[in-house]
Structure formats: C-alpha cells, structure tokens
C-alpha cells in the first residue's frame, strides 16, 4: 500500500486527507471514509480506517480519509456558521475528488455522526455510490448531543452560556438546532444503494433494524455488548477481528472486479489562507504537510506567509494518544493564531501515534516508549537546529514529559509543559524493571518503595514524599529548575489538584532564588482538576498564559522585538481572496 496526504478544494474551503492505494495505482473502487466527530472518538476512529486502508490496499481497494471542514487539519473553524452543512458539503467534495482520481466506482463509510452524513451523502448521490457502511451510528443528531453532554458533565465540565458544552468543544445554538434534524432512519429509507450497519442494539437502533431489515440491500451485523476502549471519553464500540473481516469482505464483494488506472492524490503546500483575529485583522499562514527525520514522523508545518526574519520554531507534541491536533482541535487552532504573528508553528505525530509508523521492531500506539526521546533529537536535526537552538517544546501530559525530556537533551529556546508528571510509572518499569537510561527527567519512586507500595501504599507515598523533600535533585521540580538554569525559558503549567506532584523541596527552594532560574523560569497554576483541557474555561486560561510567556519572553529574546498579542487567542479560517 501506498499513501499520500493531501489538500483538496471545497465549497468551504481546502480540506485535508489521505489518499491511500495499492502500490501499482489500479483500484476496483475508492472508499471514501467519513471519521466520527468527538474528542477521543475521532482518533480511535482513525486508527481503524488506518487499518481498514491497508487491508482494502491489499484486496485492490483505494481509500480516501478526511477531516471535516472546520475539524482536524482542515480549514475553517468549529464555531463557524453553518457548521452542519459545511460537514456534509465536505463528504460530497470528498467523493467528488475519490471519482476524480479516475475510480468509476465510490463506496461510503461512516463511523458515529459521521454515519449521517454518509448515509444523507448516499441518498443525494452527487456522485454515484456503490455502497454504504455504516459503523456504530448515531441514530438522530440530538442522540450525539446527548452523549457528548453525559460525557461532559463526568468530566464536570461546565454548561455553556449559549449552546451545549461537550468535552473540549462547545456546540452553538444554531448547531444544536441543526443536529436535532439528523435522522439516520429518514436518510436510510431513500436508499436503494446496498447498506451494511455494524451496530449494536439499542431501542433507536431497533426501529432503524425493523425499518429496513428483510429488504434485498441491506445487512445488519451485531457487535453486540463489545467492550468500549476502556476510555471514558470515547463511546465508540471497537470492532473485533470477526467484525472487521465482515466489514472487509462487504466491501470487497461491493467493489466489481474490474481494476482501473487511478492518479494517486499528491502532497501539496496549502495555498494562503486567512487567520482573522479577535481583534478583526486577518494574517495570512500557509500550511505544508511533511515528513521529518530517519523515521518519517507526520508533521504539519504552519508558517507565516511574509516574513523577512528566520521565525522561532513552535513544535506541538501529542497529548497522549491524541493526534497532532491537541485536544479538541486545541494545537491546530493555537498554531494557525501563532504563525499568524511571526511564529513557525509544527504539530507533529511521534512515532507509533496519529499518521506517523512506529520504529522498526517495536509497536505502535505507546505515548511513553522511551523510543520518543529519540525522536524528539531526530526532529530537532531535521528542523536544522541538532542543539534545539531556537525551538519552543509545548506538550501537554504525556507530551509535557516529553517537551521536559527535549529541555534536557537538547538546548532549547523554551519549553511549554502542561499537566505534566515526572513521576508516573514507564512501561519499562512494570514487573520491576529499571527506567530506560535515555530517562533524564524521569523521577521515579524507588523500586523498594513501589515494593512497599503494594501493601502499604500510604507509608510507601508518606517516605518518598521526605525523601524528595530532603534529597538534592530528587523532587520533580528541580528538574525543571535545571533546565531554566541553563537559560531555557520553561513555563510549567499545572492544575490545582496536581500541584504536589512537582514536590517543592527544600534544596529547589533555595534553588528557586538564584537569578538564573527566577529569569527563566515561570510557574502558573490553573484552577480545578481539568487535567487534559476539556473544559472552555481552563483551556482559555491556559491558552492565555502561554501566549503571555511567548510574546514577553520567547519572541523578544529570538528576534529582538515584541508582538501585540491582540485577538491570538480566538481563531477562525477562511480562504484567502
């Protein structure tokens, strides 16, 4: 199998997608797979159409993957008019270019709402469809809004103003009005194309089954009571390797037999596009998809349009799991507002996460491997600074750690770390073992006491918390504390509930007084327990303090000037004129 990342052409404006085919570019059919829309939901989504690609490359089947208009790493922003048109216009532009690349035949995927909008997309048919899979489907939009609502109150998110809060994002008045006209059962019934749902039963769903089961075109297969990721977050149902062939096998007897020359989409530059402002005034940032480094890591490069002076580097790691967009779209927002005002802005997938493979002989999908240390060099060597001379490490939880690990290893101009642990237990460490020595931030409880932990974890918590206490260099924060004194401007945010686990010693209070560590050093306490940035308001306090740390500290100190930090913090993409 081959892919390429790709720009295309909306009604809306560019979006961004992967086309992935067989290595000799002769297909029986494009699939073209309409993602669920979420916070957690959309990555778990993407690691499946990742592995529906290749086995349909395998069977001689194209695939075209997207992110909706507004979502992803496609234009446009998620509070813009007219949201919910915008997303199904985005499915037709979708199957419009899949046709273009010379496949006659298209067939649907939709996985959650995303499942609407295909099945709405199949029933107007501005390209003729072959077939259509629907994957764990929303039955009515108002059942998505319902979800994301349960979900957002356990995450005690707080209710919006206008509109419905869900985790990360909040749903405008208008939206929630259009949602509420989502039916899949409406779309389903005008259907004469044939219709595999993968689903489990629910009330809704059974209406939907008693409508159209016994029909010649269409097919139910039960997922029944499968486990759900083991993440609150997600309430998409994964599919086991039965499921999954029947999906295969579907698709494969829907897609003819006849193979046909197809042009594969190539990689471009986005063209400029229109950042505007707060404050009303549009900048003008162009984005490039690209590879870096030995082992191809995935990274889109945001950079201004104009610039006469060699920008600093902002380099977004992953939270987590999550893709390189951050939560709820947060890193793709911040870096399209930051290379607005003179910054190069690139969110980047580490190895085995998001769109970028893991390293030979080892798996993917592991945000702690000790791999990533060596990945953060890799990007450095091949963003042309190999000491980290003027880069910008952000992360956020797990990506918090890592930008510490890069401030360590590296000579950066700043680091950004949010919510971040030096603490938490590595993978090499489970049964026993010993962190990996590339760990130089790592500060783990010692193995006696993790021991002593197993049946005394009080006791166990009670000692190491005197010893970090006590102990020069042993608390996390002196960590910090050593990276600052090697003039690295660090901007540690943490939330309240969290703010032990940085263990202010004795020895890094003292260190705290050198002038050294005071100049470089920030320290900015979020409130509430919003560990990963789901809620609007934490977020925008966040974001505020970073924009603060990088306009007075970072910029002035690579370039030499300041920057009005007016209208950074609220964003919205257009095309340019």
Not at 248 to 266: R, Y
Not at 440 to 452: D, E, I, N
Request: hydrophobic share 40%; net charge neutral.
């Amino acid at each position: 199998m081959r892919s390429n990342p790709t720009f295309f052409d909306s009604d809306d404006g560019e979006l961004f997608g992967w086309h992935f085919f067989p290595s000799d570019a002769r297909a029986r059919a494009t699939v073209v797979m309409c993602g669920a829309l979420g916070s957690d939901e959309a990555s778990e989504c993407r690691v499946m159409y990742g592995r529906l690609a290749e086995a349909l490359a395998r069977r001689g089947i194209a695939s075209l993957r997207f992110d909706y208009h507004g979502t992803g790493d496609s234009s446009g922003a998620w509070d813009a008019p007219d949201r919910v048109a915008a997303w199904q216009r985005s499915v037709a532009a979708a199957c419009r270019i899949a046709s273009e690349t010379g496949t006659s035949k298209v067939i649907l995927i939709g996985t959650r709402l995303g499942a609407i909008f295909a099945a709405d997309e199949a029933a107007r048919a501005t390209v003729p469809v072959e077939g259509l899979v629907v994957w764990d489907p929303c039955p009515t939009g108002a059942a998505y809004l319902k979800e994301q609502m349960l979900l957002a109150s356990a995450y005690g998110v707080d209710r919006a103003p206008e509109g419905v809060a869900g985790l990360a994002y909040v749903f405008p008045r208008a939206m929630v009005d259009d949602l509420g006209q989502l039916d899949l059962a409406s779309s389903l019934l005008n259907l004469r194309q044939p219709t595999l749902m993968l689903s489990r039963r629910s009330r809704k769903i059974n209406r939907i089954i008693e409508l159209l089961e016994g029909g010649p075109s269409f097919t139910f297969h039960d997922l029944g009571n499968l486990n759900y990721s083991g993440r609150v977050t997600s309430l998409l149902t994964t599919l086991s390797d039965a499921d999954f062939t029947t999906a295969i096998e579907w698709i494969s007897d829907h897609a003819g037999a006849s193979l046909e020359e197809i042009t594969p989409l190539g990689s471009r530059r986005r063209s400029g596009f229109l950042t505007v402002s707060r404050s009303g005034l549009p900048f003008s940032v162009v984005e490039t998809a690209s590879f870096l480094g030995p082992n191809r890591l995935f990274a889109i490069d945001a950079s201004p349009l104009h610039t006469s002076e060699e920008p600093p580097i902002v380099i977004f790691l992953n939270a987590g799991l999550l893709e390189h967009w951050g939560p709820g779209r947060l890193w793709t927002d911040l870096s399209r507002a930051w290379a607005a005002i003179g910054f190069r802005c690139i969110r980047i997938d580490l190895s085995g996460i998001g769109d970028s493979a893991p390293r030979k002989d080892r798996c993917g999908r592991n945000p702690k491997a000790p791999e990533i240390i060596d990945d953060l060099t890799d990007i450095a060597a091949a963003l042309g600074s190999p000491d980290g001379e003027g880069l910008v490490f952000v992360g956020l939880s797990t990506g918090a750690y890592h930008a510490i690990e890069a401030g360590i290893h590296l000579h950066p101009a700043a680091i950004i770390a949010i919510n971040g642990t030096l603490s938490a237990h590595v993978p090499e460490e489970r049964d026993g073992g010993r962190a990996d020595p590339r760990r130089a931030a790592h500060r783990p409880m010692h193995r006696a006491l993790r021991k002593l932990a197993l049946r005394h974890k009080r006791i166990a918590g009670w000692i190491w918390r005197i010893a970090a206490t006590v102990l020069p260099g042993l608390a996390p924060i002196s960590v910090v504390h050593r990276i600052a004194a090697r003039r690295t401007d660090v901007l540690l945010l943490s939330i309240e509930a969290e703010r032990t686990a940085w263990h202010n010693s004795l020895w890094s209070k003292v260190d705290a007084l050198r002038p050294s560590i005071r100049q470089h050093f920030d320290v900015y306490y979020l409130p509430g327990d919003d560990h990963s940035l789901y809620g609007l308001k934490t977020r925008q306090q966040a974001v505020d303090a970073m924009t603060a740390f990088l306009r007075d500290k970072v910029m002035p100190r690579s370039i030499g000037r300041t920057i009005d930090s007016g209208g950074m913090l609220t964003t919205s993409s257009a095309r340019a004129a």
